[in-house]
């Protein structure tokens, strides 16, 4: 079974409303989560580290008012996508390494879609 | 705007044949290796992993190989079938995690 749950796994949202996307670590708890988008036929691009109890750690290039990211409690991370836009639509990621660092679990990805 | 990303070479092997997906790191102190298998319109899932101590690691039809002395790990797929069509990346940790790039595998009927 899922260890990293995502949900939505699917959504369509307006342009200009915001969306926000739940990580959830199951069984395990992560001081860790990592976020990523995911264009067709591309890698993993990784967008921030997120990490609980502070402020997110973001990858060059990629707005922080635009993706916020919050890290609540040891299971849980969210990825906002604040005024989304067209340009937005994409397949987003997270994972999140068990507290040994030894592995590190996917989610199931959520595919965001604005219109 | 249109973001940059790595474009995945892609692997086309005839059904039934024996896969071998490459991937080289960097870090001579990573001491744990993994490869995922990301279908599409998934997220990756874990399939096999070597520690650093060891050669060679098999599965069931897959083995992973692992040479550090050119820090190169491999991933070997028996008898490929078309569920096996996805990318392939590995993950080399050691203090971070980092991913390979990636490779599509295509399985030809």
């Known amino acids: 079974g899922a260890v990293v749950s995502q949900h939505p796994s699917w959504v369509i949202c307006k342009s200009g409303t915001s969306v926000k996307i739940e990580c959830r670590s199951l069984?395990?708890?992560?001081?860790?989560m990592f976020w990523y988008r995911q264009f067709p036929k591309q890698s993993l691009m990784l967008m921030a580290t997120?990490?609980?109890?502070?402020?997110?750690?973001?990858e060059q290039g990629v707005e922080k008012d635009k993706f916020l990211i919050n890290h609540a409690s040891l299971t849980l991370s969210t990825l906002t996508v604040t005024s989304a836009h067209p340009e937005d639509s994409s397949f987003y990621i997270c994972?999140?390494?068990?507290?040994?660092?030894?592995?590190?679990?996917f989610g199931e990805g959520s595919w965001l879609t604005v219109v | 705007g249109e973001s940059v990303g790595l474009h995945l070479p892609t692997l086309s092997v005839q059904e039934g044949d024996n896969s071998i997906i490459n991937c080289a790191y960097s870090?001579?102190?990573?001491?744990?290796f993994i490869w995922y298998k990301q279908e599409s319109g998934k997220g990756p899932q874990f399939i096999i992993d070597i520690r650093s101590n060891m050669d060679k690691r098999q599965g069931q039809r897959v083995t992973v190989l692992l040479n550090k002395t050119v820090k190169h790990l491999s991933l070997q797929i028996a008898a490929t079938q078309p569920g096996d069509s996805a990318v392939y990346f590995c993950?080399?940790?050691?203090?971070?995690?980092?991913f390979g790039p990636g490779t599509r595998l295509s399985v030809l009927p």
């Open positions: 870090n001579s102190a990573s001491d744990y």
């Open positions: 997120s990490n609980e109890g502070s402020k997110a750690t973001y």
């Open positions: 069984d395990f708890q992560a001081t860790t």
């Open positions: 994972s999140a390494p068990t507290l040994s660092g030894n592995t590190i679990y």
């Open positions: 993950a080399e940790t050691g203090q971070n995690f980092v």
